[in-house]
Nanobody
């Protein structure tokens, strides 16, 4: 089985920074796309950042220049560095990682448990 565990959320003042982590563990053969989504109260879940298996990075327009997605392949971990945070960044952040299990079955997506990020003075 595969599990994703997130950490790093919290309360931060506007202009501050946070780094989220999402580590994958279990029976993993290969990791493909790694993504960060967020969901604010009353809103749909939206894609914030993506890093592909080839290393290409994509960002939502609202976070370009402020957020950076990165990964550590040796640790099966994806990060989201969030700088210059704004109140509108307040949301629950979820990682979503496409993984091929060790039994070589078809790749599928796995969600992290979510971590709350609150930007407020």
């Amino acid at each position: 089985q595969v599990q994703l565990v997130e950490s790093g959320g919290g309360l931060v003042q506007p202009g501050g920074s946070l780094r989220l982590s999402c580590g994958a563990s279990g029976s993993i053969f290969s990791i493909y796309h790694q993504n960060w989504y967020r969901q604010a109260p009353g809103k749909s879940r939206e894609l914030v950042a993506q890093i592909t298996s080839g290393g290409s990075r994509n960002y939502a327009d609202s976070v370009k220049g402020r957020f950076t997605i990165s990964r550590d392949n040796a640790k099966n971990t994806v990060y989201l560095q969030m700088n210059s945070l704004k109140p509108e960044d307040t949301a629950v952040y979820y990682c979503y990682v496409v993984i091929s299990p060790a039994d070589r079955s078809s790749p599928r997506g796995y969600w992290g448990q979510g971590t709350q990020v609150t930007v407020s003075s």
